[in-house]
């Protein structure tokens, strides 16, 4: 797991996946999993829009803190500053009390695409982003 003031997000600021093999469409996610779903699908919007209010809301209060705090909007703008067209996708989601991971694929224009692991705790009833890993 990657400790660093989300340039994580640098990483997640990438996404989907680019073509070729044609797969079979997952079963639609409910619960637990539709939620932490929804928080990718979210980021993603907001990481494509460079709207980085929206994705420091999305954070832990620990993973804000390590983005720069009251920071934490202007941080992410510069490290996200070269990021073009990124894509999130889900590979997997895995459900643990109050903790989850998402296995995605991230990529964006003139990056290769990368496999992380985002790591989800609920703070407040909700789920949030705590943490990137390789």
Known sequence: MRPAPL?????VLLGGCAGGEKEAPPEPATGAPKQVAEVIA????AAAAKDYRT???LLSSAARERAGGKRCEASLGEQGAGVREPT???LSIGIEADRATARVRT???GQAPVDETIELVREDGKYLIAALGG
């Open 107 to 109: 990529e964006a224009v």
């Open 55 to 57: 994705v420091c809301a």
């Open 88 to 90: 999130i996708r889900v």
């Open 7 to 11: 340039a994580l997000l640098a990483a």
């Open 42 to 45: 979210r980021l993603e919007r």
